[in-house]
């Protein structure tokens, strides 16, 4: 009888904590290879009596790459581990699950100095396991840094095993095996392996199409001239099997596609003949930028500056009197080409001869450079418990995506927001005191505006609604003198008239 399979390994789990992981540079040549939002896709098989009784997809997402590695790194355990959050392949956080990885210590290990990484583990690993352990065996090659061990219970023996990418130093193997001892069975088993060794994939479909709109000049030099829309569909009979280990840039596979006019006419023109791709995986730019970084040709290929939306490069040759420019890049989304252009010049009398010039339709929401705009609203005092008291801020851009408020530095859940619509902030229900709010404003593309309003609010005066009673407790003393006095006197008046 099959078992929920994911259900058991949580319970069995459910005594433990994960530890997270990572990152930089230090004088032992440690860092970390991984950027903000790399992602790492893996295949969890969940096997129960000998067969896959589940199986998902998940991924890491790296939120935070940049934490310091101690200098000199001496304990393994002194590791500051980067931040990442786990996802199912539908975006949403395993949540418990992520208690699986509790046999590890580590996600992720500082890449560039492996001997060190190994010789810490020999000695540090066995330490950092959150159980006794037995059988400890580490394995260092070219492509991985592994370990394998064993816990043993009354009769239960439970294996791990783990394996790190020398590359990223990104976990790219995960299991572990709960077996029976008594009745020599397996109980379950999870197996959790990395798509590629370098978390490579693809990040469209086949049959996708991506439109395109050229523009060639440079009809006296013997170019077309031509405005024009075109597009390309990729190929129906399936993408290209992406190596598990990439070692140059050559390595990349091709994707097949035919390209049209925008009327559906096929186009013979090579005009994409210089991009080398009309598309590039997702997954790890950080390797695709070390893969064209050490391109041999040509001599002066350079990478373009870190960009949120796309990832490109140039690169020229001179071939008699012509001098030959060309940038590519792609769009970090789907990996598709996203602007290509290639300009030709007289290298003798520097005159610009012909010009094409590729871009994707669109493409602006992430080329965008354009901050959004916002009015400033003025500051403001008010009495606590007034009505009607709130902050107007109306921003406006082509390409409006979220904004956040903080008040005083503490952040209020972000939201989408519409290009001149107002964003309102309800003061009435704030308490005495000084406010520093404070508006971020972002588009697609990531430019911001930021604007802040200083709200003061005061306390409401006392009034008074009272009466005699009220009055006369409030002047008890001075009744009592006054009684007091008379008291006095009309007792010595009756002395008087007794003498």
Not at 283 to 291: D, E, M, V
Request: include cysteine; charged fraction near 20%.
């Amino acid at each position: 009888m099959k078992k929920n399979a994911t259900l058991f390994l949580v319970i069995l789990l459910a005594t433990a904590i994960i530890i997270p992981q990572s990152m930089a540079l230090t004088s032992q040549g440690l860092f970390y290879r991984t950027q903000d939002g790399d992602r790492f896709y893996f295949t969890m098989d969940v096997i129960d009596e000998g067969e896959v009784a589940e199986t998902q997809i998940i991924y890491f997402e790296i939120d935070n790459a940049s934490k310091p590695i101690p200098d000199p790194l001496t304990y393994l355990g002194d590791l500051d581990p980067v931040d990442l959050s786990i996802y199912y392949e539908n975006g949403t956080n395993i949540g418990l699950l992520a208690i699986i990885f509790i046999y590890i210590p580590l996600l992720q290990f500082p890449v560039g100095n492996w001997s060190l990484i190994n010789s810490l583990a020999f000695t540090d690993l066995e330490g950092l396991m959150i159980m006794s352990i037995s059988n400890l065996s580490i394995t260092y090659n070219a492509d991985t840094l592994g370990f394998t061990y064993k816990m043993i219970s009354t009769d239960t023996e439970t294996t791990v095993w783990a394996d790190y990418s020398i590359f990223d130093g990104v976990l790219s193997y995960y299991g572990f095996e709960y077996f029976n001892t008594t009745t020599d069975e397996q109980i379950t088993k999870c197996d959790i392996s990395r798509f590629s060794y370098h978390n490579l994939y693809w990040g469209f479909e086949d049959g996708d199409t991506f439109n395109f709109r050229i523009v060639m000049t440079g009809t006296s030099s013997g170019f077309q001239e031509l405005d024009e829309e075109l597009y390309i569909e990729v190929d129906e009979d399936g993408l290209p099997i992406i190596p598990y280990i990439l070692d140059e840039w050559d390595d990349i596979p091709y994707i097949g596609g035919a390209l049209y006019w925008a009327n559906g006419t096929i186009a013979f023109e090579p005009f994409f003949e210089r991009s080398w791709r009309i598309a590039v995986p997702l997954g790890n730019w950080s390797l695709l930028s070390a893969l064209i970084e050490d391109k041999p040709s040509p001599s002066d290929l350079a990478l373009d500056p870190a960009h949120p939306w796309l990832w490109g490069y140039s690169w020229s040759e001179t071939t008699g009197d012509i001098l030959l420019e060309v940038h590519t890049d792609y769009l970090k989304v789907d990996g598709f080409l996203a602007r290509h252009s290639a300009v030709f010049t007289n290298a003798t009398t520097s005159e610009v001869i012909g010009t094409i010039t590729i871009e994707r339709l669109d493409i602006e929401t992430y080329t965008d450079d354009t901050a959004p705009s916002i009015n400033h609203p003025d500051d403001g005092t008010f009495v606590e418990g007034t009505e009607n008291n709130n902050i107007t801020w109306i921003p406006t851009d082509d390409f409006p995506a979220t904004y956040t408020i903080s008040l005083n530095g503490s952040n209020l859940p972000s939201a989408s927001w519409t290009s001149g619509s107002p964003i309102v902030l309800e003061l009435d229900d704030f308490e005495v005191g000084e406010y520093n709010c404070t508006i971020t404003v972002y588009d697609y593309a990531g430019n911001y505006v930021r604007d802040s309003v200083l709200v003061t609010v005061t306390a409401a005066p006392t009034t008074s609604s009272r009466g005699i009673v009220d009055l006369i407790m409030d002047n008890i003393i001075f009744v009592i003198i006054g009684v007091g006095v008379v008291v006095i006197l009309g007792a010595g008046a009756l002395l008087r008239r007794k003498s």
